[in-house]
Each structure stands twice: as C-alpha cells, then as structure tokens.
C-alpha cells in the first residue's frame, strides 16, 4: 500500500497530499452532469472570481503557496498532472514557481480558453483520457474535483490513481470541508457536487482506497484587504472559541 502523506483541511476547504493517483470511467462525463460543464466559467466559476482572470490568478497564488507548494516534490523537473485544471491558475503558478513538467487538463472547452488567456498549460481532456495513457507522474494534483463524484466514483478514482504514479509519487487533494462553519455556501453552492466530506469520512474514503494512515492539518483562510483580513482573523478566532465549546458540551470529539 502507498503511503499516504498528508491532509489539509481548513474551514471551508481540505486539501489532501498523498502517495497516489486518479482515473474515472468515461461513461460517468457521459451523463448529464456534462451539461453543466460545457459552460462551467460562466455559469458558475466566473461568479466567483475577480473580473480580471490575472487579478484572480494572483489571488489563487496565494493560496497555492500555502495549500499546494509546501505538499508537491522539491524537484522542478518532477512530471505533474493537474486534473480539473480549470481557468489555468495553478499551471500558471507553477510555471512562475520554475516547474518545467507540469500541464493540466479539463472537461470544459470554455475553461481551457479562458486558461489559453494566461498562457497556463491547459487541455481539454476527461479524466479517462488523462488516465488512459500510458504515463505515470510524479505528481497529480486534484484541488476542488473530489466533490463532483459519488462516493463509489470517488473510490475508484483513488485506487485507479496509483496505476499511473511513479514509485515514490503523490497525489495533492483538495475538497470542501462539510464540518465547515455555514459548510452549505461550498457544499451546496454548486449543483454539480454530489460527495461531502468530513475529517471522519474523508479518513474512510482514503483508507478504503488504500492509503495508510492519513492526516488531516489546517489550510489557509484569506481575505482581500489588510484591515478586513485582521478583522476576520479576530472574528474567526472568536467562532472557533464558540465551536469548540459546542463540540465539547455536545461529547463529540474535537
């Protein structure tokens, strides 16, 4: 069994670094969730980004130093396959951070033009396309794509993703946290998710899949603006006080 490395959660988000890799029938696209994606940025990505796809790329850097960067090998030349790799920004970012083997794929022809704009390394391709060939990475990276399968799906995305890692390779999650505070505004704010997942149940899922031992660590909460982000620091710290209050008179564990 490959070993699994970490986990990142954080409010809203987890973020999973693992030892292993991803594939998914391609009768799954076929169904009529693809007609959601067809459009996917304007329907839904664009509403929630900055007008400006560089203005948002910079934003998205920031959290990519803090939720990715610190969980993908050190090597520059490692081979890295981003899945869902949407409007580009990630391939963007690990251009800027001097990655020479990195590309990313995605189902929507509208979201690979938009990446074309940044000049990301974006395809359009299924994931059983991505997975079909013969190639194996040191690397694959699945930020916000985990939620848009059933868990049975899921479960065979992850034990089909180890069939095209290198020996040593690993695999970077990340997926909406359902024990969020207000979870519903990621769980539910898009129609296209159908899994959601906790601590508890994300631990399931990897350890039915076949990783050892996994972890689960905070990520990275931000907001634009120096004075509103020290607000909701403190605003945060606060609510975190209140949960953890609520978990400890409830029994449940923390």
């Known amino acids: 069994k490959p070993e699994t490395q970490a986990i990142c959660c954080f409010c809203g988000k987890l973020v999973a670094s693992l030892t292993?890799?991803?594939g998914i029938p391609r009768a799954f696209m076929d169904t009529g969730?693809?007609?959601?994606?067809t459009n996917y940025y304007s329907n839904q990505a664009s509403r929630t980004t900055a007008n400006d796809l560089k203005e948002q790329a910079a934003i998205d850097a920031r959290?990519?130093?803090?939720?990715?960067?610190?969980?993908?090998?050190?090597?520059?030349?490692s081979s890295i396959l981003e899945l869902g790799a949407g409007y580009g920004s990630m391939q963007l970012f690990l251009a800027n951070q001097g990655y020479t083997d990195a590309r990313g794929i995605d189902i929507s022809s509208e979201q690979v033009a938009r990446a074309k704009e940044l000049n990301a390394?974006?395809?359009e391709a299924d994931l059983d396309e991505a997975l079909q060939a013969d190639v194996k990475y040191d690397c694959i990276i699945g930020f916000d794509i985990l939620e848009h399968f059933n868990r049975?799906?899921?479960l065979d995305m992850l034990e089909r993703i180890k069939e095209r890692l290198n020996p040593g390779g690993m695999i970077v999650f990340r997926c909406p946290?359902?024990?969020?505070?207000?979870?519903?505004?990621y769980t539910r704010g898009d129609i296209t998710h159908?899994?959601?997942l906790n601590r508890s149940s994300a631990t399931q899922l990897l350890l039915a899949a076949g990783f050892n031992d996994p972890e689960i660590h905070k990520s990275y909460i931000w907001t634009p603006g120096l004075v509103k982000n020290a607000i909701r620091g403190f605003l945060w710290s606060i609510w975190k006080i209140h949960f953890k209050l609520l978990l400890f008179s409830s029994g449940r564990p923390s």
């Open 20 to 22: 292993a890799k991803i």
């Open 33 to 37: 969730r693809n007609r959601f994606y």
């Open 63 to 77: 959290f990519f130093k803090r939720e990715l960067l610190p969980f993908i090998p050190s090597d520059k030349g």
């Open 121 to 123: 390394e974006v395809t």
């Open 152 to 154: 049975n799906e899921a």
């Open 177 to 185: 946290n359902a024990d969020a505070p207000l979870a519903g505004n």
């Open 194 to 196: 159908d899994l959601f």
